[in-house]
């Protein structure tokens, strides 16, 4: 089922288009990230779709209902977090919880406690708020979004600013959500290593405009271009080179690391031959890209002549494309 449908939405700030012509579906347990550059239209998105502003034309429908139809029932639906939470400072978390919990129906002292367990806030809800580090806000403000069990979860760089270990247990708890209850989550982040880590799915938007959406997968995929291995070598540039006189495979240092572009059968003779030249090869394994590293080989190879232009290649990939 979907749980999200936008349909042909526009919106338009002081006369200019933000967000132009944007048809997006989120299915039921799916988790979709939203990235692209600064001003590309993310949090206009996740506020259209959250209810703090409505398009200019277009439809939005949560669970089947359409936000002009009936955007009480909507909103019941709903959680959203925005990138900067805020509380009343002087009380405790357990307390604005409660405020929170008292403006919409059926959440109680047991859906308080589950939201607060969920997110392991034990250590400092019953604190004032003002003692709160960046990142425990983040939890509180996630907490007061999932005590009604939302049907969908809105997430406006909501992961920012969580340490490592906070986020691994936030992406527990989502996953959890999602597989459980059946959870539709839209988020964005600064951090594209952290969307990789938790998105099934990406949708890429840039001047408003969405160019495609994909699996993570399959856009790492389109981003990689050739078949690459990642060796561990001793002296890496000298030995890149070496290949390269010896085999014509061309080759890059990251990290310490040689990125060789060749397929994996070659990986035996490169090892052979730095072996024989006195070279010490220490690891040797299929080179992946990272998300954040697929995502700018894409802006980059887009075609820039025509703005208005939805660049559908990398949909080729993946067989739920929407353009």
């Known amino acids: 089922m979907q749980v999200l449908s936008i349909d042909s939405v526009i919106k338009i700030i002081d006369k200019g288009i933000i967000i132009d012509d944007l048809s997006l579906g989120v299915e039921e347990g799916e988790i979709l ?70 403006v919409r129906p059926k959440i109680g002292r047991k859906e308080i406690d589950r939201a607060v367990g969920m997110l392991e806030l034990d250590d400092y809800i019953d604190k004032r708020v003002s003692a709160y580090p960046t990142g425990e806000i983040k939890r509180l403000a996630i907490a007061a979004a999932v005590m009604h069990s939302p049907r969908l979860l809105l997430l406006d760089e909501a992961i920012d600013g969580m340490d490592p270990i906070a986020f691994l247990h936030l992406r527990k708890v989502i996953k959890k959500m999602t597989k459980s209850q059946g959870t539709a989550v839209v988020m964005t982040s600064h951090h594209m290593s952290d969307l990789e880590r938790i998105c099934d799915r990406v949708a890429v938007l840039e001047d408003g405009v969405l160019i495609g959406t994909s699996s993570v997968a399959h856009l790492k995929k ?67 890209i990272s998300l954040e590293e697929a995502y700018y080989r894409l802006l980059r190879e887009r075609p820039m002549d025509n703005d208005d232009e939805i660049d559908d290649r990398f949909g080729a990939y993946e067989g739920d494309f929407d353009d």
């Open 222 to 288: 389109f981003g990689t271009g050739k078949t690459a291995q990642r060796m561990l070598i001793d002296q890496p540039e000298a030995a890149a080179r070496h290949i390269f006189e010896a085999l014509h495979i061309p080759a890059e240092i990251r990290s310490g690391y040689v990125i060789f572009e060749c397929e994996k059968s070659l990986v035996p003779k490169i090892t052979s031959i730095l072996f024989t030249s006195g070279y010490r090869v220490y690891e040797a394994k299929d080179y992946e």
């Open 33 to 102: 990230g939203l990235i692209g550059p600064n001003g590309a239209g993310k949090s206009t998105v996740i506020h259209m779709v959250g209810g703090l502003v409505m398009p200019n034309t277009g439809d939005i429908r949560i669970a089947g209902v359409s936000m002009y139809d009936d955007f009480e029932r909507c909103m019941s639906y709903t959680g959203v977090v925005l990138d900067k939470p805020e509380f009343y400072k002087n009380m405790t978390g357990y307390q604005n919880l409660q405020a929170i919990a008292a």
